[in-house]
């Protein structure tokens, strides 16, 4: 079946411009989390939704960074007045439910460049 | 919040020997430690995983050792093949239970 999709793959876009990037879970799946990877380096988690209860923020690292989940479906991060040190691959993963004992199923990512 | 280290952060064997990643972890609440294996370009998989009630985990030529008192925990490979080449990631799950704290991965290069 289709897996996580995240559009676009990849971004340029100006110092001080807002992006909004795309995550389409895997069907079915409730839980749905946001990871932020750098050139050389480990995956940074940023927030994690599972169903509709309040999504765990505390990965956020400013205020200029925020996220939506409709439903159990699409979830978009929005990254304002982007700055150059926002410039990273950001990663979207599903799990069937949240907790250890579900697999977490990346996206390709999507490759964001602030100039 | 936990933190997790991991080495080497580069290794290269030769086609056919063993290959072990290293990680260490700072909450000992910390309760799941899976690995992913990311190619070139790639999304990062899940290749094998372990909890905390367990004390190795083995998967053909993968397998998974974790000391809770040292909190740390290896990825072994044995056999290695070219097709192993990848950066590969640990994990711990914290104790939140929604947060996953990744090291900063190792390069693995294995010659044919």
């Known amino acids: 079946g289709a897996g996580v999709s995240q559009s676009p793959s990849n971004k340029v876009t100006e110092k001080g411009k807002d992006v909004e990037l795309r995550c389409d879970p895997i069907?079915?799946?409730?839980?749905l989390y946001w990871y932020r990877q750098r050139l050389g380096q480990g995956l940074e988690f940023l927030i994690y939704f599972q169903g509709n209860s309040a999504p765990d923020k505390s990965g956020l690292p400013s205020d200029r960074f925020s996220a939506e989940r409709t439903g159990e479906s699409v979830s978009t991060l929005t990254i304002q007045r982007t700055q150059q040190e926002d410039s990273a691959v950001y990663l979207c993963a599903s799990s069937a439910r949240g907790g250890s004992i579900y697999e977490q199923y990346f996206g390709p990512g999507t490759r964001l460049t602030v100039t | 919040g936990e933190n997790v280290e991991q080495h080497p952060s580069t290794l290269s064997v030769q086609e056919g020997d063993s290959a072990v990643i290293k990680c260490t972890y700072s909450?000992?609440?910390?309760?799941?430690f899976p690995w992913y294996k990311q190619e070139l370009g790639k999304r990062p998989q899940l290749i094998i995983d372990?909890?905390?009630?367990?004390g190795e985990k083995k998967d053909q030529r993968i397998a998974v050792t974790l000391n809770k008192t040292a909190k740390h925990f290896s990825l072994h490979i044995t056999e290695t093949q070219p097709e192993d080449s990848a950066v590969y990631f640990c994990a711990a799950r914290g104790n939140t239970g929604n947060q996953f704290y990744f090291g900063t991965g190792t390069s693995l290069t294995v010659i044919p």
């Open positions: 069907s079915g799946h409730t839980a």
């Open positions: 909450d000992s609440a910390s309760n799941y």
């Open positions: 372990i909890r905390s009630n367990v």
